[in-house]
C-alpha cells in the first residue's frame, strides 16, 4: 500500500516529487482516447526509473513464443502491445548541460491529472548546476479528434545567463521491456523534416502494421532576441530545435501537435499526408480552442456517467479513477478493438482481450454507452469465431467446436501456460453469459439471430465435447481444468466451469428452439446434438458437501487444511510474491472468486441462505489477489448486508492502483477491474438488476457516505439515481414512461420527472 | 521405428550412407569412457544434419532460465551439459574445393562401431568433381587413460592428381544448440601451437572451469615427395597442416593424439604442461600400442558384466548395446560424478542426475561393479544433502527438511516446470530406497551411520511436512503432487508418492532405532519428531477402488474414460507428439509404470494376485512413453509368467535408441533407461532378486532364445548364470560357498564350482 497522493474529488495530484514511485505515478498519469494514449512520463530525458510507453489501438506484436518447456497446443507466438512512437519528446541543454530531473536538485514539483478534463499536468522548478528553472506543461490525447495529441511547454529561467537548446522531436527509437527476444519490433520505413513538421514512418516486423508518427512546433519567446531555428534529423527521431542565449526571467515556450496515422485506423491512404492534413488542422485550430473541445467532449462522457459520492473523498476520487481510464482505453467505435487488460497504461500481460471483457467489463458499457459499444463488444467475439474454431481444433476439438482464446489480439490464442490456456476454458461460458446479458439489457432479439447462435451454437458444441463420462458417477465431469480462482491448476470438476458448462447447453437449447420456432436459425444443429446437450445438462455432476451444505470448488477441496487468511501473517501476503507455487496450489487460499463467481451470475437459481453459507466459507478464505476479486464480492456482501465487508471491499476495488495494493502499478493499471469497480457501486450498493425486462434496486448506501448518485442508460431510457440511507431518488430524463422496483417496492416513473422512495 | 543397421551380436554396423537419419547414427556411435566422449560425428566439414558434440564429464553451464511465467521457486539456472573442443577435426582441399560428403556422391559407406573393443571406425568412398578418393579412420576415448583419446585417418586417392590440403585442428569454437540465450558457453583463455604439438585453452563464463585441449599430429605420405608441413592457427583453433601434389594411388595417413585436462578432473596444476606430457607419453606408446591396451580394458569389462543371449541377435544387439553405452557413461570412480540422462551422447535435458540413477542405474552398477561405484553413487547425494535442504527451505521447509532437485549437476536444482520441479517429490523416496537397497546388497551397515542416516532423516522430515491432515478424510494426505507418470500433473494422493512417502518414514524410523541401540547415531532427531513420523505412517491415505480391489493412481482416476491403448489408432501415438497437453492430462493413458513402480520396488509387500490385477490394469492403459517404462513391465510381466508380453517390452526397452522408438535418438540416446533393459534380462527373465542377503532366481528364459547367460557381482562373490528354457546353471568363481535358491530350490554352491536346477 502507498499514500503518497493527494486525495481529491477530480483529481490525482503528486505534490512533491516521489522518484522511487515515479513508475508508478507515470501509470496513474496515463491518457488516452481510445485510439491513442500514453504513460505519465516525463517529456524530457530522464535517467531515473520509467517505463516508456506510448501505444495505438489494436497494434500489436508477434513476439515468437519462449517458453522454458513446450507442450503440444502452445501459439508459436504471443501478441506484444507495442511501445510506438513517443511525440512528446524534449530535449533541454543549458550550455553542454542536459537537463536530466534524476540528476537535478528538485525545487518544487507538483504534478497533476484532471480527470474532468482529461489533462496532465506539470510545473516543475529545479537547479542544475547553476540553473534554476521552472518547467510549467500541459498535454492531452484529444478526445473528439482521437489522431491527435498537444502539448503545451513553457520553460522559465529564473537563474541563468548564457545558452540554451530546446529540441522538440518525434521519436520513433522505442523498445518493448516486454519481448522475448530484445528485438526491436519495427522496421524503419522513412522520415522526412521540413520547417513546418517532421514525421517518422515505422511498420512492424511480420504483422506489417504502418504506423506514421508526426509532430508540429512552435516556439515562442517572451523577448524579440536572436534565436537559431533548426530541423533535427536523426536516426528514427526529427523534429526542431532553438538555440539561443537567455537570462533570468526569460520564458520559451512550445506548443506541440501531434497526428499519429496507421493503416490500421486509416485505411490505405497516403499516411504522411494524411498525418500532415490533420497537423495543419489541429495547429490552425489553435491549442486553447482544440483543449476546449477536448474538455467538452469529457464533460459529455462525465455528464453521461459519472458517479457523485458526497462525504467521502477518497471513494469519489476512486470511483472516478476507474471510470476515466475505462473511457480512456475503450470508446466502442470499433468492432476490432477490445479492453486491454492494461490499457495504454502498460505493455505487460500482451492481448488486448480476456474473459475479463465480458464478465466484468460489458456491464459498465451497456449501462453507460449506447448500446453500439456493448454490441460491438459482443461482435468483436463473433469476428473470431473462425479463429476459436481452429483453436478447438487445434486441441483435437471437431464439428464446429470452439475456444476462445484466453488472451488475444485478432482471434488467435497467444497465452503459453498449459494449465491456462488449455484448462482455463470457463472464459468460453463467460462469452455466452455476455450474449445473455446484453439480451437480457437491450431486448435486441436480433442480435442472436444475426450473430449470437453462431457464437452460442460453437461453444455447445465444445462443452459437448470436453465433457466426458465417469462410470463411477454415472454423471458428466469436466476433468483437468483450471477455475476463475487460478491458485488451482489443473482440478477436477471445478463447480464453477461445470455449472457454467450446463448453463451454456441449456441456454444454447432455449434460443436455438426459440429461434427455431419462428424459422430463424442460421447454423445447421443436428437433433442428436441438441439431444446430447439435453443429455449432458441434465446429467452435469457437481461436487457437494453434504455436511456443509456447499457447493464445493473442486473435486477433493475438503482434503486441504482449511485455515482463514485473517490466521496468515501479514508478511507472507500477497502470497503470489511469497510463497513457492506449489505451496500456494495445494493450500486453500483462493486468488479471486470461484465459486461464488458463479453465484454472482447465477444468484436468482439460488436462495439467500445458500448465498450466504457460501460466501461465509469461501470469503474468508479468499486472498484477492486477483484485482477482478474485491468487486465481485463486494456486490455479494452488499446484497447479503454485510456492509463493512462491503466497503472495506470497495476501496480495495476502487484504489486497487491509486494505492498500489498489489505492488504492481508500476507496470500499469488493471483496467478491466474498474469496471467491477462501477459495478461495486450500481450492482453492490444500488443493489441494480434488470429482470425479465424490468429494472430493481435494493440500496445499501454505505453509511460512510452522504450520498452517492449514479447515473443508468437502459434501453434508450437514462436515469439518474440519487441515494443515502434513507431515500432513494430516481430522476427519468428519458422519453417514455417506465416502472422500476425499490426494496419490490413498485413505482411507474414518468417521462421526466422524479420518484422518491422512503429506505430508512 | 527405424531399421536401417545390421544386426549384429557385437557391432553398430551402417553399410549404407543414410543422410536423412545421420545424426541418429552419430548418437548410436557416440564414444566415451566416464570422463570424456563426443559424438559418432565426422571427422571431416559436414554441412548436413549433424550435432556436433564432444563433452567432458561434470563440466557445466548455468545457463539463466527463461521461461514464458516465472513461478516462485523456480531455480535462476539450469546447468547445461556443455559441448567442449573438438579434437577430431579434420578439413581437406582438393585444390580449392573443401571435402563436404555432404556435397560428395557416395561410392561406398561403412561405419562401424565395434562394442567389444571400444572403436568407432568408418570407410567411405567418394566423389567430388573429378576427385574419388577413400576416408578409413578409426577412433576411440581410451578406456584406460581417460584424458586421451586417438585417431587414425587415411585418405587415399582413388582418381586425382593436383594439390591436396590436409588441415588437422583442435577446435574450440564450439556452442550448444541447447541453449536459452545463444551465448557463447566459453572464454578464450589462451592457445599455443608449435611444430610438435598445439592447444586450445578455454574456461566456461560463470562457473571457470578451466579446459585444455591438446593435439598431436603425425602425417604419413606414401612416397617420398615434397610435402609442406606446417602450423595451423586460427581463432580459438590450432593444429597443423601438410601441402603436396597427389596423383592416384597415393595415400596419406594421419595419426592424431588427443588430450583434455581440466582444473575439475586433474586439479590446479599447469593444465597445458599436464596436456602435453599426456601427448608425449601417448605418442611414445604409439597408436596401436594404446589401441591393445584400450582393447583390453574393455574386454575386462565385458568379461565382469557381459549378457550372452543365443538364437536371437536382434536381441544379443539390444543388450550389448546397452551394458556398453551404460560403461562408457558412468565408470564409478568419482563421486562427484553421475550418470546424465543423455551421456557423452547429447545435451539435451541437461543435468547429470534424475532420480533414474536411484530407480534404475544404481542395480546395475551394485551388480556388475566393485561395491565402490555403487556406493559412491549414494555418497553423490550425501554430498548434496546440504542444498537439498537449502532447496527445500527455498519451498518453505525447515528443520532440516531436505528435497533433491529433479534435477541437477551440483546439488542445486535446476528444472523449471513447476508440476515437476516443485511436485514431482517421489524421487525423495527413490533416493532414500536406493540407500536400502544398497544395504540390502552389500550388507554395508557402516554406510548407514556414516551417511545413509543424515539423508534418510533430511527425507523423512520432508515428508512430515509435506503431508497435510485431511479433516474430511481423518488421513494425511499428499496435495498437489505429480508421481512417476508425468501425463497426470498436479494430483491429490498419487498413491505411489503416498506410498514410498510412509515407507521412507518407516524405514527412517527403524534405522533410527537400531543405529540408537548402539548409540551411533550422529543426527539429531526430537523424540516428538520419531512421533510424528509414526504418526504419519499409520495413518496415510491410499486411494483405493473396492470394486475393482485396485489402488488407484491418484484420487479421482476412475472418474477418467478408461480405455485401453490397444484401441488407440497408431498414427496418434506417441501421444505427446499428437496430443495437445491437457488431453494428454485428462485421458486414462499413463507414460510410465506408476502404481506398478511402487509394486515392483516393494514386492514383498503384495501378493501376486494382487499384482496381478494391478498390471492388468494399469499396464494395458500405458503408453510407455518414457524411456523408463518398458524395462519395468518387462520385469512385471515376467514375473507373472506373461512371456510374451515381457518378451515384447524387453526388445522395445533393449532396442529403444537402435529402432528410434520414440524418434528422438537424433538428441543423444536414453541412458539411464539402458540399465532397465539389464535388469529386465536378470531381474524380468532370471527372476533374480535379494533377500535377507540371500540371491534367489525364478528364471523364465524367453522361448526365442536357446539360452541367456550373464554375470552378476553380489558380496565379493562372482556369479555366471547361464539359463535355457530347461536349466538353469550357476558357476561360482567366488572364494566361499554360497546358497542360491531357484524356483524355491535351494542349493548350496562350493566355491569355483557350477551347480544346475532342472526348470523345464
Known amino acids: 500500500m502507498k499514500d503518497y497522493l493527494v486525495k481529491h474529488p477530480w483529481k490525482i495530484i503528486e505534490d512533491s516529487f516521489h522518484k522511487e514511485y515515479n ?26 526509473e520509467t517505463l516508456q510507453g506510448n501505444y495505438i489501438a489494436g497494434i500489436y506484436y508477434p513476439d515468437k513464443t519462449r517458453v522454458g518447456w ?59 548546476g547553476d540553473v534554476k528553472a521552472t518547467i510549467q506543461s500541459e498535454r492531452f490525447c484529444h478526445y473528439g479528434n482521437k489522431d491527435t495529441a498537444l502539448l503545451k511547454y513553457k520553460l522559465t529561467i529564473d537563474e541563468y545567463e548564457g545558452p540554451i537548446n530546446i529540441q522538440s522531436c518525434v521519436d520513433f527509437n522505442v523498445r518493448n521491456q516486454d519481448s522475448n527476444y530484445d528485438e526491436n519490433f519495427w522496421d524503419y520505413h522513412c522520415q522526412h523534416v521540413d520547417d513546418d513538421w517532421g514525421h517518422v514512418f515505422c511498420k512492424t516486423k511480420k504483422t506489417e502494421f504502418k504506423v506514421c508518427a508526426g509532430i508540429k512546433n512552435s516556439f515562442t519567446i517572451n523577448k524579440s532576441v536572436e534565436a537559431e531555428y533548426s530541423k533535427v534529423e536523426k536516426e528514427r527521431k526529427v523534429g526542431h530545435q532553438i538555440d539561443l542565449q537567455v537570462s533570468s526571467g526569460d520564458t520559451i515556450q512550445l506548443i506541440k501537435h501531434a497526428a499519429i496515422t496507421s493503416e490500421y485506423h486509416h485505411g490505405d491512404v497516403r499516411l504522411t499526408d494524411q498525418c500532415k492534413q490533420l497537423l495543419e488542422v489541429s495547429d490552425a485550430l489553435g491549442y486553447e480552442k482544440a483543449k476546449q473541445l477536448h474538455i467538452e467532449a469529457w464533460h459529455i462522457k462525465w455528464e453521461e456517467g459519472d458517479i457523485k459520492i458526497e462525504g467521502d473523498v477518497a471513494a469519489q476520487q476512486g470511483i472516478r479513477f476507474n471510470i476515466f481510464h475505462l473511457h480512456q482505453t475503450y470508446t466502442g467505435e470499433d468492432s476490432r478493438l477490445n479492453i486491454g487488460p ?33 454490441r460491438n463488444l459482443l461482435v468483436y467475439r463473433h469476428n473470431h469465431l473462425q479463429k476459436a474454431i481452429a483453436n478447438a481444433e487445434k486441441l483435437g476439438f471437431d464439428n ?53 447462435i453462431d457464437v452460442l451454437v460453437g461453444i455447445a458444441r465444445f462443452w459437448s465435447q470436453r465433457v466426458s463420462w465417469s462410470e463411477q458417477k454415472k454423471k458428466y465431469v469436466l476433468l483437468g481444468v483450471t477455475g476463475p480462482n487460478e491458485y488451482e491448476n489443473n482440478v477436477n470438476n471445478n463447480w464453477y466451469t461445470n455449472y457454467i458448462a450446463r448453463w451454456c447447453l441449456q441456454y444454447t437449447i432455449q434460443v436455438y428452439h426459440r429461434l427455431d420456432s ?4 442460421k447454423v445447421d444443429v443436428q437433433k442428436e446434438e441438441l439431444e446430447k446437450w439435453r443429455h449432458i445438462s441434465q446429467h452435469m455432476y457437481f461436487p457437494f458437501d453434504e455436511e456443509r451444505q456447499i457447493y464445493l470448488q473442486q473435486d477433493g477441496f475438503l482434503d486441504k ?35 461464488l463467481q458463479g453465484f454472482y451470475f447465477f444468484e436468482d437459481e439460488f436462495s439467500e441462505d445458500e448465498l450466504r453459507r457460501h460466501f461465509d466459507f469461501y470469503e474468508p478464505l479468499t486472498v484477492h489477489e486477483s484485482s477482478l476479486s474485491p468487486c465481485l464480492h463486494a456486490i455479494l456482501a452488499s446484497s447479503l448486508g454485510k ?8 476501496l480495495r476495488t476502487s484504489r486497487l492502483d491509486l494505492d498500489d495494493y ?24 444500488g443493489g441494480m438488476r434488470v429482470r425479465n425486462g424490468k429494472m430493481s434496486f435494493k440500496p445499501t448506501c454505505p453509511k460512510q457516505w452522504n450520498s452517492c448518485a449514479f447515473k443508468i442508460a437502459f434501453k434508450d431510457q437514462n436515469l439518474e439515481v440519487n441515494m443515502n440511507n434513507t431515500h432513494f431518488e430516481i430522476t427519468h430524463s428519458g422519453r417514455q414512461d417506465i416502472e422500476v422496483e425499490v426494496n419490490s417496492v413498485k413505482k411507474k416513473i414518468e417521462a421526466n420527472s422524479t420518484q422518491i422512495w422512503d429506505i430508512a
Open 561 to 595: 487444511e482449511i485455515e482463514p487468511v485473517s490466521l496468515l501473517a501479514k508478511d507472507i501476503q500477497p502470497l503470489n510474491q511469497h510463497w513457492s507455487w506449489d505451496r500456494i496450489l495445494r493450500s486453500c487460499y483462493i486468488k479471486q472468486a470461484d465459486v
Open 70 to 128: 513446450w507442450k503440444n497446443g502452445y501459439p508459436e507466438y504471443f501478441a506484444k502491445v507495442l511501445n510506438s512512437a513517443d511525440w512528446t519528446n524534449i530535449d533541454i541543454y543549458f550550455g553542454t548541460t542536459r537537463l536530466d530531473l534524476n540528476e537535478a536538485t528538485i525545487l518544487d514539483f507538483h504534478r497533476e491529472l484532471d480527470m474532468r478534463s482529461g489533462i496532465l499536468s506539470r510545473k516543475v522548478s529545479f537547479q542544475i
Open 23 to 48: 513508475r508508478i505515478t507515470e501509470s496513474l498519469c496515463s491518457l488516452g482516447n481510445g485510439m491513442i494514449g500514453q504513460r505519465g512520463n516525463f517529456e524530457e530525458y530522464y535517467s531515473g
Open 518 to 521: 419462428d424459422t430463424r436459425v
Open 400 to 452: 464446429g467446436a470452439a475456444l476462445y482464446p484466453m488472451v488475444t489480439m485478432n482471434g488467435e490464442e497467444c497465452h503459453n501456460e498449459w494449465e491456462i490456456t488449455f484448462e482455463e476454458i470457463h472464459r468460453n461460458g463467460a462469452i455466452a453469459y455476455a450474449i445473455y446479458d446484453y439480451i437480457n439489457h437491450t431486448g435486441d432479439e436480433a442480435y442472436l439471430e444475426e450473430y449470437g
Open 662 to 685: 498489489n505492488n504492481d502499478t508500476e507496470d500499469g493499471l488493471h483496467i478491466t477491474s474498474m469496471a467491477g469497480t462501477w459495478m461495486t457501486v450500481t450492482k453492490g450498493f
Open 643 to 650: 456492509e463493512d465487508k462491503a466497503y472495506e471491499l470497495y
Open 342 to 374: 492494461k490499457g495504454f497504461t502498460g505493455e505487460k500481460y500482451g492481448g488486448s482481450t480476456y474473459w475479463d471483457t465480458e464478465a466484468y467489463c460489458l456491464p459498465f458499457y451497456l449501462s453507460t454507452s449506447k448500446p453500439e459499444v456493448a
